[in-house]
């Protein structure tokens, strides 16, 4: 079953705090339309961190910005394929996996496209200021696949050590 576009991030958000919630980690999710995070969870010693979903239901994950800084979580939920009733898949990655992530993104596109130029921000952001968005403005952001986030399936556990302050690779 498709959900529709327009719950689509709602849903994985919602299907995040389910999870964390499972695992007694009390999640929050934010609301409205300017948000810069779309859940808050916190450790039961008053340790908060701040989490952003990005949900598909198709191939990839278009346009991912990414995340930085201590404290920061990047989950991806993944419904493609999934019945109703069945649970989507969850990455989980750290600001620095996220990172690993956009430098290998950028090493590919670099192999690809020799002759183009890109850059990485330092809030790990992949920018193409050679390819050109329908704005006529350089392109910001990189498509993510189920296999380029696959060692960090289901690693929830990474959430949980940063709320015990247990984690240095946050």
């Known amino acids: 079953m498709k959900i529709d576009k327009g719950i689509l991030g709602v849903a994985g958000e919602f ?3 389910a999870e964390l919630c499972r695992r007694n980690i009390y999640a929050q999710p934010t609301f409205g339309h300017q948000k ?3 859940l808050l969870a916190f450790g039961s010693g008053g340790e908060m961190l701040r989490l952003e979903v990005k949900a598909k239901q198709g191939r990839d994950w278009p346009n991912c910005r990414g995340i930085a800084g201590r404290g920061v979580f990047l989950v991806f939920v993944d419904f493609e394929g999934k019945a109703e009733n069945e649970r989507p898949d969850f990455y989980v990655l ?3 996996d996220w990172r690993r992530v956009v430098e290998v993104a950028s090493e590919r596109y670099k192999a690809k496209h020799p002759d ?3 850059r990485l921000t330092d809030d790990n952001v992949l920018v193409l200021p050679d390819e ?3 704005q006529g403005k350089e ?3 990189c498509g993510v696949r189920p296999e380029d986030i696959q060692p960090h399936k289901e690693k929830w556990e990474k959430i949980a050590q940063a709320l015990r302050g247990s984690d240095p690779q946050q």
């Open 15 to 17: 299907a995040v705090a």
């Open 132 to 134: 050109v968005n329908a």
């Open 139 to 141: 392109y910001v952001g």
């Open 116 to 118: 183009r130029r890109v």
């Open 94 to 96: 750290s600001s620095n």
């Open 36 to 38: 810069r995070l779309d």
